[in-house]
């Protein structure tokens, strides 16, 4: 029984030997050469290639008209779901606008109130791109 169990135990440790000679560098050299050259051919493949960005004119297909054609009728909704109506008074379509919706080509809704609305509108100054805040007022129907 003990010569079986000092065997077992050997052999468990000639076993152990062979599974780690793939890891260890001393033992197998050559499998860590082919794992750095592998390594560096992978950063090869890796490297910035040069990408040439073509401009091209945008098209924004918009749900609504442009904000000059439409007349905003008011506000829809309760609490924190408001939502503005606007009229186009040559087609006579009811457009239903949520905050964050684009209302023309530079502009979009940013807030949404039960007596204003509020727009972003964006324009180009030079090469920056500027923001300016409009608010309109529906009951008088004055834009600021």
Known sequence: MRKVFVLSFFLM???????????????????????SEWK?????????????????PRVFRLKSPPLE????????????????????PQTGKVYIFS???PVDVNAKILKIEPAKLVLKIYKKVGKKLVSDIMEINFNTGEVK
């Open 13 to 35: 440790f000639l076993m152990n030997l062979n599974t780690f000679a793939y890891i260890d560098p001393f033992l197998n050299p050559v499998k860590l050469r082919e794992i």
């Open 99 to 101: 905050s964050g919706d």
């Open 69 to 88: 054609k439409l007349i905003f009728e008011g506000v829809i909704g309760d609490g924190n779901s408001l939502k503005a109506v606007a009229v186009d």
């Open 40 to 56: 560096r051919k992978q950063l090869q493949k890796k490297k910035p290639e040069k990408v040439t960005v073509i401009e091209k």
